[in-house]
């Protein structure tokens, strides 16, 4: 038999269901996500600018989720068999798994965004207003015909539109409810802004508002499909998923006898093994963003903004509450172990 994993031989050797979640959770959260979140994040620095830095922080989210999720599903495969589904090397196996998905999504970009300009290249090429031209740089430019006339006449300085104020023109486009087309989106964003841009710029900006936009609005039933999914699987025996909804109400209901340094203490760090924090509540209509921006005692504005960079570290909870992070760690162990209790009370209840 190959050698096992040292750090997994507990969860391999876990006898009930609750002591195997928890060994899981150590595994994934404790083990894993710090291996992941710095490969991610390093995929995704150059895109941590201000027109696409929430895309980008939901891409990178979105990407770390994934992987515990593969991990996950490896992970029970080796407690069924480990002996055709041996793990020796568990950092190395969450480092191959995350280039993996990153590797994939990059291809999977690459060719959204190629076939997105060869859409955006026919739209122009049915148009007698619109046209793409080359600059004296060799540079793809495009916008209006009339505007190639007038960067031709002497004198005449050209100033492109940068793909920061194209994203932000069209981000006024993404609260809508209506998915505008292709076209829309490129005679609004040209309106707005009353120049040429170049083509790779203007790519750029439509990748980035479809992305933000799905995950705004679009994500929301994939969402709530992954979260029935995953409360199905929580608990995978006794508890189904109108169960676990019913754990999670009480878990919800605890969380508010809590204090407030309580409460952002596990809130602001808010993880499970499967990928799910603090917005299980929202997806799953337990609780609304407006009570658990009252949770933490935010508005409504903050809260959303503060949901691209959840999960908080300790060291990022303390500075923000001027705590020391020692004491953020104790506090969030404390209450865990009282919500662990809750949520043993509920099972022992439903058995008997």
């Not at 040429?196 to 994500?219: C, E, H």
């Not at 605890?254 to 603090?278: A, H, P, V, W």
């Not at 908080?312 to 865990?336: F, H, Y």
Request: charge should be positive; proline fraction near 3%.
């Amino acid at each position: 038999m190959e050698a096992i994993d040292q750090s997994l031989l507990p969860y391999l050797h876990s006898v009930n269901e609750g002591n195997a979640q928890d060994c899981l959770e150590h595994i994934l959260e404790v083990i894993a996500r710090p291996i992941i979140q710095p490969i991610v994040q390093r995929a995704f620095q150059n895109e941590f600018t201000d027109y696409r830095y929430q895309a980008a922080w939901q891409t990178a989210d979105d990407v770390t989720n994934d992987v515990l999720v593969k991990l996950l599903t490896r992970l029970r495969s080796f407690k069924t068999d480990p002996v055709q589904n041996p793990i020796s090397n568990f950092p190395g196996l969450v480092a191959v798994t995350a280039y993996r998905i990153l590797t994939d999504l990059r291809r999977d970009n690459n060719r959204q965004r190629t076939n997105l300009e060869k859409q955006i290249r026919r739209l122009f090429a049915t148009s007698q207003n619109l046209k793409i031209w080359k600059d004296e740089r060799g540079d793809s430019i495009c916008g209006y015909a009339a505007w190639n006339q007038r960067t031709e006449s002497p004198g005449f300085k050209t100033i492109y539109a940068t793909r920061a104020a194209l994203f932000a023109a069209l981000d006024e486009l993404r609260a809508g409810k209506q998915d505008p087309n292709t076209a829309d989106l490129i005679l609004f964003s040209l309106n707005r802004i009353g120049r040429a841009a170049r083509l790779n710029d203007l790519t750029g900006a439509l990748v980035s508002f479809r992305a933000r936009r799905t995950s705004t609005i679009q994500v929301d039933e994939a969402l709530r499909a992954r979260s029935e999914l995953a409360l199905a699987d929580v608990q995978a025996g006794p508890l189904t998923s109108l169960e676990m909804r019913r754990l999670l109400d009480g878990l919800f209901q605890e969380l508010q006898k809590l204090n407030l340094i309580q409460r952002q203490s596990l809130l602001l760090n808010m993880t499970d093994c499967y990928g799910f924090g603090i917005e299980w509540f929202v997806f799953t209509g337990i609780a609304s963003e407006d009570q658990l921006a009252n949770l933490l005692d935010l508005s409504v504005e903050e809260f959303r903004r503060l949901l691209d960079h959840l999960p908080m570290t300790d060291n990022q909870i303390a500075e923000l509450l001027g705590i020391n992070s020692a004491k953020i760690a104790n506090i969030r162990k404390a209450v865990r172990d009282r919500l662990k209790r809750r949520r043993q009370a509920f099972v022992t209840e439903k058995t008997k």
